[in-house]
C-alpha cells in the first residue's frame, strides 16, 4: 500500500522541484529550504480546505468524521463536514445552481450520479482515483458509478440487505434452525414456528421498500445476475416468467396468513422499524427479513446482538447466493485541489481499513480484510460481500426512476402491497408492475 496516494506524491515531488537551487544559496539558506520542502512533503495539502456533504448525523457522522480526521493528519488539508439531511437533493440543487457546490457530495443513490452527470455537475474522476477503484472493487461498482461512459463516483459505504434476523428463544422454543436454502425456509423453519404457535415472520409491509428488499432477494437468487441487472435497467419486463417464479416464491409466504404476524392486513400496517420491535420488544414473531440496520432497532427493543439478535444469510431460492447492498456514492463538484485527493483515499484499501475498525460501517471495498471490523457479526457481513464477488449487486428499486423504484404509495412499493393483499394474482401483479415501470423508464 502507498504511504501516499498519487496525487499527494506528486505534489510533495513538485515542491521539490520547484525549490531554488541549493548551489546558487548561501548554505544557511539551501539548508532552511530543505527543511521548507521536507515539510511540504510530509503535510502536501497545508492550507487546502475541502468541503464534504453527506446526510449522516449522529453515530454516522461522528465517524466519518474519525476518517476525514485521518485524511487531515496525512495530507494537512482541512475538512468540513455539511448534513444534508434525508433529502440530499434538495440540499445540494441551490448549491449547484448557485455555483456553490461542496467539494464532495456523497450520494445516497446511484440514480443521482446519473442525474447530476446530464446535469454537468460532476468532475470526472482522475486515473489516480480509477486505478484505486481498478484495485479495490469489482467491475459492477466502477460501472455503478459511471454515466455517459465516465466513471465520477466510488461507492464508500454499503449496507448489507441479504439477511434474515431471528430470535434465538424463538427458535429454541420451537425447535426450529436457521435455513440454508427457501424450501427449507419454508416447509421447515417457518414451518415449525407456526406449528409450535408462533408467528414465524413479522413483515413491515406499509414501509414498500421492504417488499423491495425481499423481492430482489428472491430475484437475483432465482433469476441470476444477468437477469437481475436487466430488469434494472427495464431490458426486459416485469412480466417476463423470471419475474413470475420470483412472485410464485413471495406468495409462499404471503399466502399462508398464519406465517404473518396478524396476516397480510397485519403486515401491511406494520411499518420499519415497528416490526423488529414485534421479534425482539414484544416477543410476537420470530423473524424479520431486514438489512444489517435492524441491529439498531433490536438493540433498542433490548436485544444483544449475536445472542438473542442472530442472521441467518438469505438463502438461495436458485442457483445465486444472494448478496443485494445499498450504499453511498462520493463524487467530485469541483476541481479543488483536494476533492481528487479525498476520494483517492476514500477509495483505497487505508481509507476502507480506518472506517471498518469503528461501528455501524461495511465496506464494499473488496480488499478491505473482514479482521478489521469490530465484532464478529460485522466481519460475517463483510465476509459475504467478498465472498459473493461478481453476484453482488445494487438494491434494484435505487437503480430505477424513482416514480417506479422510491416512491410512497406508487410503482414497486404500491404494486408489491396489492401483491401481498392478493397473492393470488400473479399474472395481475406483473401487469401492473410493468405498466407503471414502462411509464416511469420513458421519462
Not at 464477488?389 to 412499493?413: C, H, I, N, Q
Amino acid at each position: 500500500m502507498r504511504k501516499l496516494p498519487i496525487p499527494i506524491a506528486l505534489l510533495a515531488l513538485a515542491a521539490v522541484a520547484c525549490g531554488g537551487g541549493a548551489g546558487d544559496e548561501p548554505a544557511g539558506q539551501a539548508s532552511a529550504s530543505s527543511g521548507g520542502d521536507a515539510a511540504a512533503a510530509a503535510k502536501p495539502l497545508e492550507g487546502v480546505s475541502i468541503e464534504v456533504a453527506a446526510k449522516w448525523t449522529g453515530d454516522e457522522q461522528s465517524n466519518f468524521e474519525q476518517v476525514l480526521k485521518a485524511f487531515q493528519d496525512k495530507t494537512g488539508a482541512s475538512v468540513t463536514y455539511a448534513s444534508t439531511g434525508e433529502d440530499t437533493g434538495a440540499y445540494l440543487g441551490p448549491r449547484i445552481q448557485g455555483g456553490n457546490p461542496p467539494d464532495i457530495a456523497i450520494l445516497p443513490q446511484p440514480g443521482l450520479v446519473q442525474q447530476y452527470a446530464d446535469e454537468n455537475a460532476l468532475k470526472p474522476l482522475s486515473a489516480e482515483v480509477q486505478a484505486q477503484i481498478d484495485q479495490n472493487y469489482t467491475p459492477y461498482w466502477k460501472d455503478l458509478g459511471s454515466a455517459n461512459g465516465q466513471v465520477y463516483g466510488v461507492l464508500v459505504k454499503a449496507a448489507h440487505k441479504s439477511l434474515i434476523w431471528y430470535r434465538q428463544s424463538a427458535f429454541d422454543d420451537a425447535g426450529a434452525q436457521p435455513a440454508t436454502s427457501w424450501d427449507d425456509l419454508i416447509g421447515k423453519t417457518a414451518q415449525t414456528l407456526s406449528d409450535s404457535g408462533i408467528a414465524p415472520f413479522a413483515l413491515c409491509g406499509a414501509s414498500g421498500w421492504t417488499l423491495t428488499d425481499l423481492f430482489e432477494n428472491v430475484y437475483l437468487s432465482s433469476a441470476g445476475p444477468e437477469n437481475y441487472d436487466k430488469l434494472s435497467k427495464h431490458e426486459i419486463p416485469w412480466t417476463d416468467p423470471t419475474v413470475t417464479t420470483a412472485l410464485e416464491k413471495m406468495a409462499q409466504i404471503f399466502g399462508k396468513k398464519e406465517f404473518m404476524l396478524g396476516g397480510s392486513s397485519g403486515a401491511l400496517q406494520t411499518d420499519f422499524p415497528t416490526c423488529v420491535t414485534q421479534v425482539y420488544g414484544q416477543k410476537k414473531a420470530a423473524m424479520v427479513i431486514e438489512a444489517d440496520f435492524v441491529a439498531a432497532s433490536a438493540t433498542q427493543s433490548g436485544a444483544k446482538i449475536g445472542e438473542d439478535a442472530k442472521i441467518m444469510p438469505f438463502p438461495k431460492v436458485g442457483d445465486t447466493e444472494p448478496v443485494v447492498l445499498g450504499g453511498d456514492v462520493a463524487v467530485a463538484l469541483k476541481d479543488s485541489k483536494g476533492a481528487q485527493a479525498l476520494l483517492e483515499f476514500l477509495a483505497s484499501k487505508e481509507g476502507g481499513e480506518i472506517w471498518a475498525k469503528l461501528p455501524g460501517y461495511l465496506s464494499p471495498n473488496r480488499n478491505v480484510s473482514p479482521d478489521n471490523y469490530p465484532d464478529d457479526l460485522t466481519k460475517q457481513l463483510a465476509q459475504t460481500i467478498i465472498s459473493a464477488g461478481e453476484s453482488v449487486r445494487y438494491d434494484m428499486s435505487d437503480l430505477a426512476p424513482s416514480a417506479f423504484g422510491g416512491t410512497d404509495g406508487k410503482g414497486e412499493w404500491k404494486q408489491l402491497q396489492d401483491f401481498l393483499r392478493n397473492p393470488s394474482d400473479v399474472k395481475g401483479a406483473q401487469e401492473k408492475l410493468e405498466a407503471d415501470a414502462a411509464k416511469a423508464f420513458k421519462k
